[in-house]
């Protein structure tokens, strides 16, 4: 049943990629308004698709923004899984279109590559769920699991109506996990899994002083000047060791297993890697964690603005009435990002000198998220990219969000798969590229996974 | 003799006052290069009343910039002291000219106030020294002292020229001391004698961390954060009683005498003035120093200026590649501003983390200045305020720089005497005034300095 869902896949190449190519040529710019009937077009396009492959109850909801593209299949009976396909098909836009070295929307194949805008993100990927349906259905008349599909179009501006659409629909979305190909995997021979991705909590602190900019001349020495107050709390952020000094920050971090630990280390990222990226010479932080646990799987605190006074050229001798800055954390499971935000916000005013006025503002926040290695979907996924790519995937852990992992998990408990098939494809950039043979294995990896998981 | 030049500058106010109003009349605005040929005008103006009241080898002396006005009277004998009088004859743009009760450059008297651009800063506080030498002059035929005139026209822009023309004519210029009047007095009915200037080092910092801003998802926890270096460096510059930590700081600081911490504490300056003035309710810095103490007579360390990331509405989450912080420090008898320079550039770099790269730059810096209370010059002017004004003036120092002062101390070696008569009389601000009365006791104070000082 398998293998010759796998035949009719390696069959229809051709007919996939053609496919694939007229996806691409709708110019799906969901930043761009002018774009609008372009993004109507991709998701008619993506609906019509999925009927004719035989998925069920296909519809193009509307949203307040873009519409989501819904299908599903689930006659495998109440005993199988559920998997919610996630995928997007809005795309970035172009500019700067004289560095393309072929027209975006006009897709081609050059060594073994897809170029074209949304190759890999993320109709390429996208894509690959669909195909490896179609061959399952084509040649089986059914599939092992079922499947929900929900494919977005506004994943490039922030996903703003998708979190809502979510929390309306829960029921229609149920299911026991979910499945996502929109990243990229360590190398072309080395397929990765991320299995986990860090939170998020977004800080302000403002110090305010005197009722104005004082001159320096005038009242230096008698004022508690609001940069150097501002400095010192973050100053105490942090320890010698790297460590973030907020009572209470790392209670309920998640404490790394022998078995994650042994298999972070078996992805290839060195310290020349870091180097080079970096342009630095020597890292910082926990000395007690590997470079990639410090930056996926420990929790942080980074200063990510700061300002006040007099920020010219030459001189200028003022105190200034205000500063402030922008702060924040990674989380890592279980840290909540309300509880960080108030444990944040308890530990500054208690640092807070009585000699300015300090304030505490809540930007944005997020979720950690984590599947773990050893649940039934990571096994069947590791076991699927073996079977497509022939070497056993790492498992990995990403020191950024993606926050509708965090919905998935936190609204529907459906815990995620992120099965990315990408490289370093320079999406969001000129000559947005996908290996060719990445789509046709992606094609095989989800078509593999979809039948481990009832094994 | 006293009297008899006090009394004919009693007979002759109404003519002085109708000569200043002459000179208000010129709108000598240095700022704006339209009122070239009124800088011109009101410097011809100055030499030609000095010639007429018997002041020698007046010349208006071309300089890169606006010309200096030059006089001398040095027919007292090589045992008189020789006075160096500087003021300025350019003043302020008047705009917004609609906040103006009356036109900036028609002066008028009301409620006992010349009102005009300049009143106050600096020309009728400049050409008091004028009358008194005419009074003088007009009934002794003499003057008990030596006297050198120096003014200027470029004060409001920051005196360009005149550094650069104390050093070319250090032997026209020598002196005994200097004697100016371009500030205020406490208040009319106290007097007050600024005895010492704080000088300046103004510095900058710049850290740098990695070649680009990163993201803080996928390399929070591996980087030094360079706007949490900064932070740190700048939370080591002071400890916790608000010292300035830099390693030989202090050294070269003249210790305040009790004298001077006595006649510091006449000076009526209340927690209840700062309070209003700064809009803060309590006070920073050195616990052993009172307020006017702290702001006056003591070094400090300020953060001017600090930057670094995203500064924006909202939320970036980003490492910044680098940040930076303008910090400057005043300075006071006897600390040497390029020996604090490398004192600051040394304690940095020693705090420098090897995580990131710190450079240190050296912007602008200035002499303090002070005239010791207990000198000649000191104890005459003190005297004379008495004699003019009825009570006896305090001393008091200020926070800020004029840096005539230190280059006339530091280039001629002749310490300044600053002999203000404002008051808070709007300069630089529409309704600019100077008091009547403070115009006549300041041609009576000049007359009473030029006498006690050979007492």
New interface residues.
């Given amino acids: 049943m398998l293998q010759s869902a796998l035949e009719y896949a390696r069959a229809n190449r051709e007919r996939y990629l053609d496919q694939l190519f007229d996806l691409l040529r709708i110019p799906s710019v969901s930043t761009l308004s002018e774009h609008k009937p372009d993004i109507q077009r991709a998701a008619e396009w993506l609906a019509a698709d999925m009927r004719r492959v035989g998925l069920k109850n296909v519809e193009v909801l509307p949203t307040d923004g873009n519409p989501v593209v819904y299908g599903e299949w689930l006659e495998a009976g109440s005993d199988a899984p559920t998997v919610l396909i996630y995928g997007h098909y809005d795309v970035q836009p172009a500019d700067p279109l004289e560095l393309w070295e072929t027209p975006p929307f006009e897709p081609q194949i050059r060594d073994g590559e897809i170029y074209a805008r949304g190759a890999s993100d993320d109709k390429g990927q996208m894509f690959t769920h669909i195909k490896a349906i179609e061959s399952i259905l084509a040649t089986e008349g059914r599939l092992p699991i079922n499947v929900k599909l929900i494919f977005e179009g506004e994943e490039e501006v922030g996903s703003p109506s998708l979190g809502p659409f979510v929390v309306a629909n829960k029921e229609k979305l149920a299911a026991d996990s979910s499945l996502i190909s929109d990243g990229r995997i360590v190398g072309p021979d080395c397929p990765s899994i991320v299995y986990a991705l ?1 939170g ?1 909590t ?1 800080m302000e602190i403002r110090i305010r ?4 900019d ?12 609001p ?2 107050a ?3 709390i ?5 320890d010698e060791q ?1 460590r973030v000094t907020i009572p209470g920050f790392y209670d309920r971090v998640r404490p790394l297993s022998e078995e994650e630990r042994a298999a972070l280390r078996k992805v290839p990222y060195s310290l020349e890697q ?1 180097q080079e ?10 000395p007690e964690y590997t ?1 990639l646990e ?2 996926t799987a ?3 605190c ?11 050229e ?7 009435a205000e ?1 402030g ?2 702060i ?1 954390m ?1 989380l890592v499971p279980d840290q909540d990002p309300d509880e960080i935000a108030r444990l944040f916000a308890g530990y500054v005013e208690s640092l807070a ?3 300015v006025t300090v304030e505490v503002i809540k ?2 926040g997020g979720w950690p998220a984590i599947t773990p290695i050893d649940s039934p979907e990571m096994r069947a996924a590791a076991r699927a990219y073996e079977a497509a790519w022939g070497v056993a995937p790492v498992f990995t852990r ?4 993606i926050p509708i992992v965090a919905t998935f998990q936190k609204e529907l408990n459906a815990p995620a798969v992120l099965m990315g098939f990408g490289l370093d494809d320079n999406v969001h950039s000129p000559n947005e590229h996908f290996r060719l043979a990445h789509f046709y294995r992606g094609i095989d990896t989800v078509i593999h996974y979809y039948y481990y998981l009832v094994e």
Same sequence: chains 1, 2.
């Fill in positions: 860090r998020l977004y002083g005197p009722k104005r004082l001159h320096s001349g005038g009242y230096g020495g008698s004022v508690h000047n940069a150097q501002l400095a010192e973050i100053a105490a952020l942090h790297g870091w990226e970096t342009g630095l010479e020597k890292p910082w932080g926990e470079l410090r930056i420990r929790p942080t980074e200063v990510n603005g700061i300002w006040g006074g007099f920020q010219g030459g001189s200028k001798t003022v105190i200034p500063a800055a922008k924040s990674r000198p009585d000699t930007h944005v990403e020191g950024g969000s």
